[in-house]
């Protein structure tokens, strides 16, 4: 498990709380000016617990922590929350791949959590990929999923502007547009495949 926090008091806290949970095996990490993800290649983990309120940490590594499950898809994240009212940010880890939430105040419950996303038991899990899936898809409209699938089919954005009847300025506003939806980084080809693996449209 990595722990991605940067308050050291609830850092130095969690550890000690888990050091009494043999079972569970954790790194803490500090986020400073480098990014979380590298960190999959070092360790073999299968859970993130990563504080959804880093004090003076870029928004971007904390997306880069939510996208770690594009180089490793049974990576797990867990949010670990003071809010007690903060669906803005929940709606948006979930949209990213978060697999669950606890809140600081139930910390105990952690152990757990972190045992039912290893085993792919937890309860919530399924239910909350379904209403993800879901979001996801009212986020996009015909003219968005059509796009999609031609850029699917490998067509060049020339093609697409014939295609649909528009300009390629046209396009490639739309194109941006989805990319901002969606907080993409990564290739228009890349965010196809995985709007197919979130269920948005087939192949």
Not at 23 to 49: C, F, K, R
Not at 190 to 199: A, H, S
Request: net charge negative; with cysteine; hydrophobic share 40%.
């Amino acid at each position: 498990m990595l722990y991605v926090e940067n308050d050291e008091e609830w850092k130095d806290g969690l550890n000690v709380f888990l050091s009494g949970y043999e079972d569970i095996e954790w790194i803490s990490y500090t986020p400073t000016a480098g990014h979380s993800s590298p960190i999959l290649y070092q360790h073999p983990l299968h859970v993130i617990v990563v504080d959804t309120m880093l004090e003076g940490y870029n928004p971007s590594e904390l997306q880069a922590a939510f996208n770690s499950h594009i180089l490793n898809s049974k990576v797990k994240i867990i949010m670990f929350t003071s809010l007690d009212q903060g669906n803005d940010i929940f709606n948006e880890a979930f949209l990213h791949g978060a697999y669950e939430y606890v809140r600081k105040s139930d910390f105990d419950l952690l152990p757990n959590m972190i045992r039912e996303a290893v085993n792919h038991s937890n309860k919530f899990g399924v239910q909350l990929m379904e209403l993800v899936h879901e979001r996801r898809k009212l986020l996009m409209n015909e003219d968005d999923s059509r796009l999609l699938k031609l850029i699917l089919e490998r067509k060049s954005q020339q093609q697409i502007a014939r295609e649909l009847s528009l300009s390629t300025a046209a396009i490639v506003k739309q194109i941006n547009r989805i990319y901002q939806t969606f907080n993409w980084k990564k290739s228009s080809e890349e965010l196809v495949d995985r709007c197919v693996k979130w269920g948005i449209f087939d192949k």
